[in-house]
């Protein structure tokens, strides 16, 4: 199983930045892609954005242009950090945002266990 510890999150104004960071306990070349995806009380989990293992991103629409999705790994590749840069957030960015990891190999899906973001004044 792979080990995901995240952090970053917190509370922070309207139009405001957080970075969130997501270590993975995993050779990059592991990884078929990696992401962050969040939960609204009351709201089904969605895709934030993603970074495939030949750096492609994907972002959800209501992120685009806002959120930036990057990853690096460790000088021996026994460990992947994600980060998720949000900058100009807005009150319904508010959610718990988790990290996920998919493996080439079982298992397949490993999630962090979520960071709380809350955009208030």
């Known amino acids: 199983q792979v080990q995901l510890v995240e952090s970053g999150g917190g509370l922070v104004q309207p139009g405001g930045s957080l970075r969130l960071s997501c270590a993975a306990s995993?050779?990059?070349?592991?990884?078929?892609?990696m992401g962050w995806y969040r939960q609204a009380p009351g709201k089904e989990r969605e895709l934030v954005a993603q970074?495939?293992?030949?750096?492609?991103?994907?972002?959800?629409?209501s992120v685009k242009g806002r959120f930036t999705i990057s990853r690096d790994n460790s000088r021996d590749n026994a460990k992947t950090t994600v980060y998720l840069q949000m900058n100009s957030l807005k009150p319904e960015d508010t959610a718990v945002y988790y990290c996920?990891?998919?493996?080439?190999?079982?298992?397949?899906?490993?999630w962090g266990q979520g960071t709380q973001v809350t955009v208030s004044s």
């Open positions: 996920h990891v998919r493996r080439f190999s079982y298992p397949y899906d490993n």
């Open positions: 995993i050779n990059i070349f592991s990884i078929n892609n």
């Open positions: 970074i495939t293992s030949g750096s492609r991103t994907n972002y959800a629409d």
